[in-house]
T-cell receptor
């Protein structure tokens, strides 16, 4: 069984551009979570989604960030007008019940 | 506020020794705890979990202990191997009776195993 897949693995953007990060959950998992990790730190929760619904977005900045998990296709984390402070590793996790399994992450670098 | 923290940010052991990684949590309402291992450049890898109605759980070479009285969690790794070298995170879930929700992660402990 394939694990959680994320792409791209590395993404470079200039300030002001948009970043789109994709996550395909494990087969049979309908719960998707996005986390952000800064260097030398733990993961910080951003958003929790089920198919077509945002359940908890308490960790996501109110501006420039959005997430979706459509009925068909991967979950997307979108960052508009990126700034240098957005540089981080973004991890997606999926679950069937309570155990969350993580993908390899997307490392975003903003120049 | 909710927080999960670790007592020791780094731990160095010799191959074959047992390792103990500690974690303190502050949210007494948390009902599920997970240990993850993260190698450089990779995503967190599930190691073992434990529910709040348990105080011990064993896996292959790993044991998790939960002490709810002092809100303490530990991960024991038996016969530590060089491949165990990584950053270890504890995480807690306060699901409010459901099985889903955000994980709160600790800062991480760097485990280095010397051959």
């Amino acid at each position: 069984n394939a694990g959680v897949m994320q792409n791209p693995r590395h993404l470079v953007r200039r300030r002001g551009q948009e970043a789109r990060l994709r996550c395909s959950p494990m087969k049979g998992h309908s719960h998707v979570y996005w986390y952000r990790q800064l260097p030398e730190e733990g993961l910080k929760f951003m958003v929790y989604l089920q198919k077509e619904n945002i359940i908890d977005e308490s960790g996501m900045p109110k501006e420039r960030f959005s997430a979706e998990f459509p009925k068909e296709g991967p979950s997307i984390l979108r960052i508009q007008q990126v700034v240098r402070g957005d540089s981080a590793a973004y991890f997606c996790a999926s679950s069937y019940q309570d155990t969350q399994y993580f993908g390899p992450g997307t490392r975003l670098t903003v120049l | 506020g909710e927080s999960v923290g670790l007592h020791l940010p780094t731990l160095s052991v010799q191959e074959g020794d047992n390792s103990i990684i500690n974690c303190a949590y502050s949210n007494s309402a948390s009902d599920y705890f997970i240990w993850y291992k993260q190698e450089s450049g990779k995503g967190p890898q599930f190691i073992i979990d434990i529910r709040s109605n348990m105080d011990k759980r064993q896996g292959q070479r790993v044991t998790v202990l939960l002490n709810k009285t002092v809100k303490h969690l530990s991960l024991q790794i038996a016969a530590t191997q060089p491949g165990d070298s990584a950053v270890y995170f504890c995480a807690e879930l306060n699901a409010g009776g459901t099985s889903y929700g955000k994980l709160t992660f600790g800062q991480g402990t760097i485990l280095t195993v010397h051959p």
